[in-house]
């Protein structure tokens, strides 16, 4: 399996009862595939993985591979900062026929390099589901470095990582790392930061995991397929034309300000769930400025 292209990191829209609406998730898959997307990611981070029980986050997995039905690669959320719970999660996301499994570094106990490389040994020798790895130090208080990042690759069942630290010249480390093991043909760099996508498409990244596509996946998906295509004029037109959204997504705690850009447009959103909060009145107009110019309201 090759992960390449837009995937979108989805939200998961709550009834008013802060239930998971299955009606709604359904609705939004439906328009993500309808809009270009190439696969879809369900109880990451910007599905908020975080307050979600485990019994969801199953729930979430099983609905996503039931109304994707073949169309979009599928990713399922499948990280802990325990390597036993994130084995099972994994195993879950094989078991449903997911095409790839989402893992997240761990988070709050800190793992040294080595401990990073046998968490994800442990999971690539107990399953067969391609596994991508999410690198956000900026969430997790710890940054997997290059030299591990080879170690891993080289390792079954890891196809790609998605690198979400900002540093460019981390993400050209990578790529040439990747490139002197021999294994640019089966394992991809993807951006996890939306506004860097189109500089590490450049580098040699294959696609992004991304939040703006849950509001403009059409226009996100024409991005990152001109600059695949090598067309990097068009992609940088693509780019500034969405830069101020891929900016104001992120006025406050991801998805806070992605949930009220869904519910601006009258799609499935919901709350989000506590500890965070509503937007602010302030950030809010922005973001409905946003919104009024890219004609999305």
């Not at 390099?113 to 999971?123: D, F």
């Amino acid at each position: 399996m090759k992960f390449e292209g837009t995937t979108v990191a989805m939200v998961t829209p709550y009834t008013k009862n802060d239930e998971i609406d299955e009606e709604g998730i359904r609705e939004n898959i439906n328009y993500l595939i309808e809009n270009g997307v190439n696969g879809i990611l369900a109880a990451g981070t910007t599905g908020e993985s975080a307050t979600i029980s485990h019994d969801e986050h199953r729930k979430l997995l099983d609905i996503l591979i039931d109304e994707a039905d073949g169309k979009v690669t599928t990713i399922a959320g499948a990280g802990s900062n325990s390597s036993k719970e994130a084995l099972g999660l994994v195993k879950h996301a094989e078991d449903i026929g997911a095409d790839g499994a989402l893992v997240i570094t761990p988070y709050y106990n800190k793992p040294q390099q080595n401990g990073l490389y046998e968490h994800y040994k442990l999971l690539a020798e107990s399953t067969n589901i391609p596994i991508i790895v999410y690198n956000v130090p900026s969430r997790t208080g710890t940054d997997i470095d290059v030299e591990t990042i080879g170690k891993v690759a080289e390792l079954d069942n890891i196809a790609a990582i998605k690198e979400a630290n900002p540093d460019l010249d981390k993400v050209s480390q990578i790529i040439k790392k990747i490139d002197e093991i021999g294994k640019t043909d089966k394992f991809a760099v993807l951006s996890g930061n939306d506004d860097l996508t189109l500089p590490m498409i450049a580098l040699g990244a294959k696609g992004v995991i991304s939040v703006v596509a849950n509001v403009d996946p059409a226009r996100m998906s024409q991005l990152v397929n001109y600059a695949l295509e090598g067309d990097f004029e068009s992609a940088s037109e693509s780019h500034y034309e969405l830069y101020d959204l891929m900016k104001v997504l992120f006025i406050e705690t991801n998805p806070v300000p992605a949930k009220t850009a869904l519910s601006m447009m009258g799609r499935p959103a919901g709350n989000v769930r506590m500890p965070l909060a509503p937007i602010n009145e302030e950030n809010k107009a922005k973001l409905k400025e946003v919104l009024k110019n890219l004609d999305l309201i």
